[in-house]
């Protein structure tokens, strides 16, 4: 390489701290000198004179380099940071005020703080974790989970009819690691890329056998987000022209086999299962039986005050000593009761305001890969606020489904945080991992020098 290029080279990457981008700066930008260079030797001038001219047409080069440094520098999402503290912070205060309960809502506060410090130091382990790694190993990952699965559902211990793993004296519910077959999955669509119809039947296969999986566990809660997140996946994937084809003939193949399968779970519904909807529908049935939860939940929520706790007992005794699931289901009631119906507005515009901006940065991934593995974690944690909040305020049938960072837990509160740091990884590396086109109807990417007329052009939007 001519002397003077190298250095110039050498001169514009030393103001670049991302090191790892180096290597396609420096391709790029020798491409275009040297293109350039070719065009001043047809004017009659050496090889040397050529890319001498060149480097100087290029400019000042730790100017660019301090330009190229700003663009392809890591960024940090701080708003999902403060909304996330906000929610986190809320939990903190209601466990708090649950490890004072002397029943079976009681919680050990010194175990919350550790699994919660635990899992923000595992969410920001994931944050500075390349997350490009994960894509060649996505299949890999699916069927390691699917063996797993499968091994503790046929020789795991089961207590209460649910299997589970134990280590030591820890317990873990193995349906919230369920998560991470749409972590899978993201990667397996990105390798589809343009493969056409029988692509989406195989990722279509994938998404049934997992979720059915989980319906034989019994994790029907789970189940039931595994299956919203994966036809939520499919559809944006046919939308975005990931496999090619005609997206009106995948979108109709994809509504019928995703309505067939919710007939069939219909049918299969167990009598329980039954009684939790007719409970729902007839709000008075059964008060005392299948309906008691959600009948002490709706008195809590109807007696709570703006500010400041209620006062109301259920047969002389105080509510949280009442209601299972105070401290993970049924949370957001115990939030309301306990500190008032503002706070749990306002916690309810946290959320809302967390799930939009989690799109919103979602939206803005160059990368489709990185599009498809944040667009699985946005999904996941917002269904699994949406589904938990309109369970606590009665609009949807009772279901065993946690509010992520506040519902009292092990597994599920480390988990939502990996989640959580995938997102913030994507976007930490959305200015650095190259942009990809998905399908026909995609832009190309874009390079950030051009040559146009004889001139170079260094485009740093």
């Not at 005050?305 to 401290?327: C, V, Y």
């Not at 988990?415 to 913030?424: F, R, S």
Request: with cysteine; net charge positive.
């Amino acid at each position: 390489m001519n002397k003077e290029l190298n250095n110039f080279l050498d001169e514009v990457c030393e103001r670049i701290k991302y090191k790892k981008i180096h290597s396609e700066i420096r391709t790029e930008l020798s491409e275009h000198i040297l293109s350039l260079a070719e065009e001043y030797k047809k004017e009659g001038l050496t090889e040397d004179e050529a890319v001498r001219k060149a480097v100087l047409q290029m400019g000042n080069s730790e100017e660019i380099g301090d330009r190229l440094n700003k663009q392809h520098k890591p960024e940090t999402e701080w708003s999902l940071l403060f909304l996330v503290s906000i929610i986190v912070s809320i939990g903190g205060m209601i466990m708090f005020e649950c490890s004072k309960y002397q029943s079976m809502n009681s919680v050990y506060f010194e175990r919350y703080l550790f699994i919660a410090l635990l899992s923000i130091a595992v969410m920001l382990g994931v944050y500075f974790y390349d997350y490009t790694r994960l894509r060649n190993r996505s299949f890999s990952l699916y069927t390691g989970l699917f063996i797993l699965f499968l091994i503790i559902k046929l020789f795991g211990i089961t207590v209460a009819g649910r299997p589970i793993i134990k280590v030591g004296s820890f317990s873990v519910l193995p349906e919230f690691l369920s998560p991470f077959f749409l972590i899978a999955f993201a990667g397996i669509l990105d390798g589809y890329k343009g493969g056409g119809t029988f692509s989406l039947v195989k990722l279509i296969i994938l998404a049934f056998l997992s979720v059915a999986l989980m319906f034989l566990f019994p994790a029907k809660g789970m189940a039931m987000l595994l299956f919203a997140g994966f036809f939520v996946i499919l559809m944006t994937g046919i939308l975005r022209g990931n496999f090619g084809g005609k997206v009106r003939n995948q979108m109709l193949l994809l509504f019928c086999i995703f309505s067939m399968i919710i007939f069939l779970v219909l049918l299969s519904l167990q009598p329980y299962q039954l009684e939790r909807i007719k409970v729902f529908l007839d709000k008075d049935r059964d008060i005392m039986g299948s309906g008691y939860q959600q009948y002490i939940a709706h008195k809590w929520l109807s007696m709570s005050k703006w500010f400041g706790k209620t006062g109301l007992t259920f047969n002389g005794s105080p509510l949280e000593s009442i209601l299972p699931g105070a401290n993970t289901d049924f949370v957001f009631v115990n939030i309301v009761a306990t500190f008032g119906k503002a706070l749990g507005l306002g916690l309810i515009i946290a959320v809302a305001a967390f799930i939009i901006r989690m799109f919103a940065v979602t939206r803005k991934i160059k990368n489709d890969y990185g599009f498809y593995l944040s667009l699985s974690s946005c999904v996941i944690l917002s269904l699994q606020f949406i589904l938990s909040i309109l369970v606590n305020l009665n609009m949807f049938p009772l279901a065993s489904v946690s509010m992520p960072f506040i519902s009292y837990g092990g597994t599920n509160y480390i988990v939502d945080m990996i989640l959580l740091g995938i997102i913030l990884s994507v976007w930490r590396r959305n200015n650095i991992v190259k942009r990809t086109g998905i399908g026909s109807k995609s832009l190309p990417y874009r390079k950030f020098i051009s040559y146009e007329d004889g001139r170079i052009i260094i485009n740093l939007k």
